[in-house]
């Protein structure tokens, strides 16, 4: 909610602090001018330079509120050099400002004068947590988010699309930090699916359930030998906004945990699999975003679903799998399942004659030793991976252009079926990745692949508006190639 409001209306007033090589200083807020006077400004400098604030990015300070200011405590939050402050900085500032907060009934900021949307979304991002599973360790009221943010501007119809959009943004990320941070006992397939379908059903979108018969009826090869070796059947789910001519779909990997099947994991991390379904996530909550925002645009995600379990049943090394279309695929990893039900997935998605096909996945352990655990790896058709990759970046999600090397292909033959699963050597593992999911592309469509095995899912502290656990990308990067596609 934006409106005029009067610091003394708040318990914490949250100001940016700038760095220089002559000292800290209080930012300005730009888009309406200073709302502290002279007096305030050189007293409250006085008492955060007195305790060591020096206004490096993300640096949190707190000090007693100077007389008068109707507030009881000032947060100053770094925002590095005053001529490098961009968007992106705003919103990690206000992210660690927005998570520094717990327990504060009403905060107020200025952060809003330099960006408001940006302030807006790094405030609810910083401050999400997911509790619904804490008992006796429940948080304490010190320990419970920010319940309110106030935003100080000039009037009260000031940047009302701005605060709209960074909110449906927010909660979109949320909730698929959710669905990813939900443990896989209460997400299996068919759960996921029903509650994604809640979602959609809620917000007046299409959605279409195919379940484990429906499956081997419509030879979903891919999906099927995934899901064979658990006792909780898979499901693939479509969901389709309706909001325009031009057609984007989108396929998200919904392994809702990964053991690797007969090619066991190790045990050490092996809990982080239940993070396997972030892409699914993602572009349920994508798909969602898009009808809210009413973009004109029809978005169709198409979500294979599965649990990758060793047992009696489960598919072996060797096994070949008649994928949906008529691919055979030699299974000579069942850890390498994701690329099978994201090939059924594709080429379900292809028959809709979209414009443009992306595909979001925690595919491979070589996407982190390529990229890191922050940076998701695009690959694709040159000019769409490339665009994706640009749009990604600008919203701070530093998705990545990778090639496609023509060379790793040879290494997918199978010698009995039309294409193995993996390559007999580990070198391009995420290279080789996409190759394989480029066989079920259709021919002329723009494609890109999104890598997100790292970025997807914290394992460390949290850092700018990024919590433990779930991170919710690459909603942002996909929204915005959306919206990209939607302004042609």
């Given amino acids: 909610m934006v409106r005029t409001v009067s610091i003394g209306e708040a318990d914490v007033l949250v100001i940016g602090l700038t760095s220089s090589d002559d000292g800290p200083a209080i ?31 993300e640096e949190l300070t707190r000090v007693p509120a100077p007389a008068g200011l109707g507030v009881d405590s000032v947060l100053a939050v770094g925002l590095g050099a005053l001529d490098k402050i961009d968007a992106e900085q705003i919103r990690k ?8 907060l717990s327990g504060v009934d009403t905060a107020v900021t200025t952060l809003s004068g330099l960006d ?8 609810y991002l910083g401050a999400y947590t997911f509790t619904p599973y804490k008992g006796k360790s429940a948080p304490k009221p010190e320990e419970t988010p920010v319940k309110r943010v106030e935003f100080l501007v000039p009037d009260p119809g ?29 997400l299996f397939p068919a759960e996921f699916a029903d509650r994604a379908a809640e ?26 030998g995934v899901g064979k070796g658990s006792s909780r059947p898979p499901r693939l789910i479509r969901i389709t906004y309706a909001g325009g001519d031009k057609k984007v779909a989108l396929v998200g990997k919904g392994i809702t945990f990964d053991t690797g099947g007969i090619s066991i994991k190790p045990a050490q991390n092996m809990e982080n699999m239940t ?27 198409t979500v294979p679903m599965a649990e990758n379990m060793p047992s009696a049943t489960a598919q072996r090394p060797g096994d070949v799998l008649t994928q949906y279309g008529g691919t ?31 595909d979001v996945a925690t595919l491979t352990g070589a996407q982190m030793v390529a990229l890191g655990t922050r940076t998701p790896g695009i690959m694709g058709t040159e000019e769409f991976r490339d665009r994706v990759a640009r749009l990604s970046q600008s919203v701070g999600e530093n998705g990545w252009p990778m090639p496609l090397p023509a060379e790793l292909r040879a290494d997918l033959n199978s010698k009995i079926a039309d294409l193995a699963n993996v390559t007999n050597h580990r070198w391009g593992g995420m290279l080789s990745a996409g190759l394989f999911l480029k066989e079920f592309v259709t021919d002329g469509l723009q494609w890109a692949h999104v890598d997100i095995a790292g970025p997807s899912y914290n394992t460390g502290g ?14 942002r990067t996909l929204i915005a190639t959306i919206e990209d596609i939607a302004a042609e």
Avoid: H, W
Wanted: no cysteine; aromatic share 6%; proline share 5%.
């Fill in 462 to 475: 949290p850092f700018g508006y990024t919590p433990k656990g779930g991170t919710g990308v690459p909603v």
């Fill in 328 to 358: 055979t695929v030699e299974v000579l990893n069942t850890d390498a399942e994701g690329r099978l039900i994201l090939a059924d997935a594709m080429v379900r998605a292809g028959e809709d004659e979209p414009d443009y096909l992306i």
């Fill in 158 to 186: 000031f940047g009302e699309e701005a605060l709209f959009r960074a909110q449906a943004v927010a909660e979109a990320v949320a909730t698929a930090r959710d669905f990813v941070n939900t443990p896989p006992n209460d």
């Fill in 199 to 224: 979602l959609a059903k809620a917000a007046g979108l299409q959605v279409e359930i195919l379940d484990e018969q429906a499956l081997a009826d419509g030879g979903y090869g891919g999906i099927l």
């Fill in 27 to 57: 930012a300005p807020a730009d888009a309406f001018g200073d709302v502290l006077d002279a007096e305030t400004r050189a007293t409250l400098l006085t008492a955060l330079t007195a305790v060591g604030a020096k206004g490096k990015g």
């Fill in 116 to 123: 408001l949307g940006a302030a807006a979304e790094g405030f």
């Fill in 275 to 301: 993070s396997d379904m972030a892409g699914a996530a993602a572009v349920i909550a994508t798909t969602l975003l898009a009808a809210r925002l009413s973009l004109p645009v029809t978005v169709t995600a």
């Fill in 93 to 100: 500032s206000a992210g660690v400002a927005g998570r520094a």
